[in-house]
């Protein structure tokens, strides 16, 4: 279960230019359910997106996950167990493999059983459509592909949220739309909470759940 | 993490190398300066152990050795503590000998400004350095006895290998000769008078020794020097001679290694001359080679100093190029010490690859330079087997130390990766 309540961010530009990017925005999302973000670029989605995945701090307002206030987290823990951020850009590491890409999460976090990390390695391969790619570099693969990689990084620690943010900018309708198939079949497999950002209304007319941001604020 | 630091240090393996090389320089200088000072140390070590027995002291006159004697110039370049000379006659030598743990004294005379003559020859070896004792061939100071007599009887006398060099013969060629001594006017110490120049000494040569870079060029009997002294002098006798001027030197023998610091207090104390033992000439030895260690590994240092602004300067461009990485690593649940880690981890295998290339150098230079070395080492009398020594222990301080200057070069560029926001990092171009 997430939890927004009031959350306000301020960005300070110069002296005296003070832009609310998120201005007292609620919301209340279920777990395993899927939500998409939308709204025109500056509406505050991404500022939204870093402040649940753990990677801006500076807000005020209260989030509440799984029932504990984000502030109260350790935040490293937070990024590694209890969620994943997919991104636009994908964010792979050039020099290692595909398969060292989506194993990078497990090297920060406690060590598994390697069995079992094999086996997930595996699965997601699997479902990504990269087995045979495994050992192929980023600048070796499509941009679809680089995002199926990324898609299987964000899993790889069995996380209870996924944010997606802006997951299809980057790549053609036809890409863009088995990507969000890709992410909604591994939802309902996974039962993670899946948010995603998009200015794309396209996606947002497949999910039920939209919250629409409009200068910070969600549109009544 | 270890294997994406690293993996991170062979994606830019050019500048990594590059990088590198300012520690394999200090690592090849460093080394060097160690390697090559612990070599002459071990080497003058053993020269001064063959020659002085850890039982013997030697006795000498506080001026005549100002470096070991602490002696107080004041401004006239008077020593302050200067006291009246105690004479080294046969008395003392008897009062030294009635010393509890002393074997045995014997007192030694230094002759100046002689020259020698083997008859054979009509060179004259000027400048000679003389020694009048009651020598035996076993005797230590005299290094490595070639061949003569075993003891060095009245009329007899032991010449050094220079001798033999000088005259260009074997040295064994010179048993059996007649030698002959007069003074020598040349001598910037020499103050003659008419008729000085004309007295002559002859002996027998008895026996051959090799005392290395050392120089005692020949070795007559306490009695015969004594009697050389004397005449020389315009003495009446040698024992006039002894009584009034006593010995240069004098040598003694302890019953136990363990009494020499007592029986050297002993007499410093009674009698105000110098007593010097071996592990005096050690410790003077171990000072000069330490200092001049010192002295030298001021310029590693320096050296150091360069190479770990090399690492940092390398770092901090690493950091602008893994900035996106920073922020992914964030992203992905990496934390702000993980991230630290990463980038010392990549810091500590330079210093450790820079160290292992210098000492890769170090030892391949050492093996292929040290038999000439040693050669000339030879050549000059020193008595080497080897001068370079590979020492394991040194081996892992020098490699330890380079990763510690690798690591300490990247502590602030680390630092500065490890504190990187990571929305900003991830939108870093």
């Not at chain 2, 090559?36 to 152990?49: A, S």
């Not at chain 2, 003559?117 to 020694?131: C, F, G, L």
């Amino acid at each position: 279960m997430i939890k927004i309540q009031n959350l306000t961010k301020k960005y300070i530009r110069g002296k005296k230019n003070i832009v609310d990017a998120l201005a007292g925005f609620d919301c209340k999302i279920k777990e395993g359910e899927v939500w998409a973000v939308i709204g025109p670029s500056g509406s505050g989605k991404s500022t939204l997106l870093n402040i649940l995945g753990g990677l801006d701090k500076d807000y005020s307002g209260k989030v509440i996950i799984n029932n504990k206030d984000l502030k109260k987290y350790d935040l490293n823990y937070y990024r590694r167990h209890v969620v994943s951020t997919i991104f636009q850009q994908f964010y792979l590491i050039p020099s290692l493999t595909v398969e060292e890409n989506i194993k990078l999460p497990i090297i920060f976090g406690k060590q598994k059983n390697k069995e079992e990390l094999n086996e997930r390695l595996e699965y997601l391969l699997r479902k990504v459509g990269l087995t045979k790619r495994r050992k192929h570099r980023p600048n070796e693969l499509s941009g679809g592909e680089a995002q199926r990689v990324a898609i299987a990084r964000a899993l790889m620690t069995n996380p209870r949220i996924i944010l997606a943010d802006e997951p299809t900018g980057n790549l053609d309708s036809k890409t863009g739309k088995q990507i969000v198939d890709l992410l909604l079949e591994l939802h309902k497999e996974e039962k993670t909470t899946l948010i995603i950002v998009t200015h794309d209304l396209s996606i947002g007319k497949h999910l039920n759940n939209k919250i629409e941001l409009l200068d910070g604020k969600r549109k009544k | 993490m270890i294997k994406y630091a690293l993996q991170i240090v062979f994606r830019r393996k050019l500048r990594t190398f590059l990088t590198s090389l300012g520690v394999t320089i200090s690592v090849v200088l460093l080394s060097f300066i160690i390697f090559g000072m612990q070599g002459l140390d071990n080497m003058l070590t053993n020269e001064f152990t063959s020659r002085f027995r850890p039982n013997e002291i030697f006795l000498t006159q506080q001026q005549d050795l100002g470096f070991l004697s602490m002696a107080e110039i004041d401004e006239n370049g008077e020593d302050e503590n200067e006291e009246e000379p105690v004479v080294m006659n046969k008395e003392f030598l008897e009062e030294i000998e009635a010393i509890e743990g002393v074997e045995e004294a014997r007192g030694v005379f230094v002759i100046m400004n002689l020259q020698i003559q083997v008859e054979e020859y009509s060179r004259k070896m000027e400048n000679a350095i003389i020694s009048g004792w009651n020598a035996y061939s076993t005797d230590p100071i005299l290094g490595e006895f070639i061949a003569g007599d075993e003891v060095l009887e009245d009329g007899c006398v032991y010449v050094s290998k220079r001798v033999s060099s000088f005259y260009d013969v074997e040295p064994t060629d010179l048993l059996g000769e007649k030698v002959t001594l007069s003074p020598f006017a040349g001598s910037i110490y020499s103050t003659q008078t008419r008729g000085f120049d004309e007295k002559e000494y002859s002996y027998q040569i008895c026996g051959v020794f090799d005392i290395g870079m050392d120089r005692n060029d020949l070795v007559l009997t306490a009695n015969d020097a004594k009697v050389l002294l004397a005449d020389l002098g315009d003495f009446d006798s040698g024992e006039d001679y002894v009584k009034e001027i006593g010995f240069s030197q004098v040598s003694i023998t302890a019953v136990d290694e363990e009494i020499v610091s007592d029986i050297k207090d002993k007499i410093e104390e009674d009698y105000g001359v110098l007593a010097i033992t071996s592990d005096d000439l050690l410790s003077f030895l171990n000072d000069i080679t330490s200092a001049l260690t010192f002295a030298l590994l001021l310029f590693a240092v320096v050296s150091a100093i360069v190479a770990s602004v090399g690492i940092i300067n390398t770092m901090i461009m690493s950091i602008y190029e893994q900035t996106r990485e920073i922020g992914i690593i964030k992203a992905i649940g990496g934390s702000n010490l993980q991230v630290l880690g990463i980038f010392l981890i990549q810091s500590g295998f330079i210093g450790f690859f820079g160290g292992l290339l210098g000492l890769l150098i170090v030892y391949l230079g050492m093996y292929f330079s040290d038999p000439y070395l040693v050669e000339i080492l030879r050549d000059n009398n020193f008595n080497v087997e080897q001068f370079f020594q590979f020492d394991p222990v040194l081996t892992t301080i020098i490699i330890i130390a380079s990763i510690t200057v690798g690591i300490i070069a990247g502590v602030y560029p680390s630092v500065k990766a490890a504190k990187l926001d990571p929305v900003k990092a991830l939108s870093f171009d």
